[in-house]
Structure formats: C-alpha cells, structure tokens
T-cell receptor, first 113, second 115 residues
Framework: SQKIEQNSEALNIQEGKTATLTCNYTNYSPAYLQWYRQDPGRGPVFLLLIRENEKEKRKERLKVTFDTTLKQSLFHITASQPADSATYLC????????????FGGGTRVLVKP | ETGVTQTPRHLVMGMTNKKSLKCEQH?????MYWYKQSAKKPLELMFV???????ENNSVPSRFSPECPNSSHLFLHLHTLQPEDSALYLC??????????????FGSGTRLTVV
C-alpha cells in the first residue's frame, strides 16, 4: 500500500539552530513533493515545491532536498526562530493523479528561545 | 486573508440535522477540493472539482454531498452525520495547467462537532 511517513514525535529545537524534518514515502512515483506549514486551528500554508528531477530547492531560510532513489525528502529550517513553531506537512502529487495531493501526518516543531 | 474563505468557522450539529459548509475562492483558480482533518490523522481528500469535473474518493460516505455551482464556489452538504464525523473540514483551491504549480491555497477550515 502507499504510505507517506513523517516523524510523529515533536521536534524541540533551540532558537538559532537548524531544524531538519524527514518525509519518507513508499510505492509512489511522485511528480511533485510539497511542504506546507500549519498553525493550530488554521489551514495549511504552501511553502515549497520540488519536482522529481530537482535535487534541492531553497526559499529564504528554508531548504528542501528530494531523493527519488531513497524515496525521501528533507526539510531544513536554518537559523530557527520561535515564530517557526508549527506543524510541517509533506505532500505528494502523483504523476497519474492529476493535481491531487496526498499528505503525510505532519511533524510538530517547537523552537525555544 | 488567504484568498479562500470558509464559512462557518465553527459548527455544532445534531445527528439528525442538515447543514452546509461554504467555500469561496478569490484567486481565479480552476480546481477546488474538500479535505477532512481528524485528530492525529493525515488530511484525507474527500472530493475534487477539477476543470468542472468531479472526482470522488470512494470511501466518503453518502451523508457528505458536494456541490460546485461555478469555479469560485464549493459547498459540502451534510446530513445525518455521526459523532466520528467531527473534524476540521478544509477547502482548498489550485490552478491546474498553464505552467508552474504553486501549491494549494487552503481556507481556515470549519471546525465541525456532531453531537
């Protein structure tokens, strides 16, 4: 069966350090992999998209890597700030799925001052 | 304001009630979606309206009925729900085709409680 796995344990990190989150998937051939941020009681907010033929993408303090051989994406928040505290969701768009996204369960990040 | 507006933000309904959730997008997107988010579970795709074609997740019970009268509006009609249907219901929109894809834009959701 198809699965998207994110670490369900919260990640506690000191302000200024780099937070690294993992997204692993099985039995998918994704065209795109996306990362979203979700705050409590709110809808997810799109952060970054990386295509199957891209290895790395950056946006300000965020960096995403995509390894289709390992079936894994890493999401990095550098110089983390307390305002980065949220749940981060990984999502896959499959080649044959016509723009439909399937989400992982998310990893909660808590940045302590 | 995210460009996708959902109403109401909170809804409490009895199991015999009929209610509707509303979603409106102001982004000119051509696809809209309903997702369900239950505690400690990933977002589950319920329905997609893409280029005026409805695509369903076959595991969605018939007590949930979507309606998409035009590309800017999406409804989710609810009737005879069960307590396990209590969840955050999220609407999203996106633009399909035309080059780069910029992800989904989600609304803030409707927190539904079935009593």
């Amino acid at each position: 069966s198809q699965k998207i796995e994110q670490n369900s344990e919260a990640l506690n990190i000191q302000e200024g350090k780099t937070a690294t989150l993992t997204c692993n998937y099985t039995n998918y051939s994704p065209a795109y992999l996306q990362w979203y941020r979700q705050d409590p009681g709110r809808g997810p907010v799109f952060l970054l998209l990386i295509r199957e033929n891209e290895k790395e993408k950056r946006k300000e303090r965020l960096k995403v890597t995509f390894d289709t051989t390992l079936k894994q994406s890493l999401f990095h928040i550098t110089a983390s700030q307390p305002a980065d505290s949220a749940t981060y969701l990984c999502a896959l768009e499959l080649k044959a799925a016509g723009n439909k996204l399937t989400f992982g369960g998310g990893t909660r990040v808590l940045v302590k001052p | 304001e995210t460009g996708v507006t959902q109403t109401p933000r909170h809804l409490v309904m009895g199991m015999t009630n009929k209610k509707s959730l509303k979603c409106e997008q102001h982004l000119g997107h051509n696809a809209m979606y309903w997702y369900k988010q239950s505690a400690k579970k990933p977002l589950e795709l319920m329905f997609v309206y893409s280029l005026e074609e409805r695509v369903e997740n076959n595991s969605v019970p018939s007590r949930f009925s979507p309606e998409c009268p035009n590309s800017s509006h999406l409804f989710l009609h609810l009737h005879t729900l069960q307590p396990e249907d209590s969840a955050l219901y999220l609407c999203a929109s996106s633009q399909i085709g035309g080059g780069d894809f910029y992800g989904y834009t989600f609304g803030s959701g409707t927190r539904l409680t079935v009593v």
